[in-house]
């Protein structure tokens, strides 16, 4: 029995490249806090809008996509910066992180569809593992404590992502709908 190979239509490699393109571009516009490596960053405001446009799977391809173009040395990460050393560098298990963040709010986005207190809940549980990773990382890069590391890597940044959070599930089902038609 001959069984057909499941590709990405046009439109999905599209909504994939653009979510891409959109966090290559904003992925690096960030904002430094002189208390912390760590700056204020616009990339997890894409991904929240990621999941919702293009659901798991899509949206984490995406994100991995961006992380490769990144790794390869194009300034795509915070402070138009890149390569390897980025990744290896204090703020790369935020990074990593990343990538969870965007399976677990996908996951929350996909299956609880159009309830966006499940949608809030994902997001904020795929943030918590995101910052999980890069405190730990953060951590033994500087060498300090993990709760040290909180409070330079984790603190400062709830209110702005809780923001980031809300603006995303407002704005991203609605995206979401016009998308999806």
Known sequence: METKAKFLTTKQMT???LMTALTCILGPLSIPLPFSPVPISFTNLVLYFSVFVLGTKFSTISYIVY???GLVGLPVFSGFSGGPAK???PTGGYLVGFVFLTVIAGFFVEHFKGK???AVL?????TIVCYLFGTIWLSMQLNIGFVAGLGV???PYI???LVKIAIACIIGSKIRR???R
């Open 15 to 17: 909504l994939i490249a």
């Open 87 to 89: 990744v290896a560098g």
């Open 178 to 180: 016009a998308v999806v």
């Open 153 to 155: 890597g984790v603190f």
């Open 159 to 161: 209110p702005g992502d």
């Open 122 to 126: 994902g997001m904020v549980l795929g």
């Open 67 to 69: 992380l490769l173009i």
């Open 116 to 118: 966006l207190s499940f």
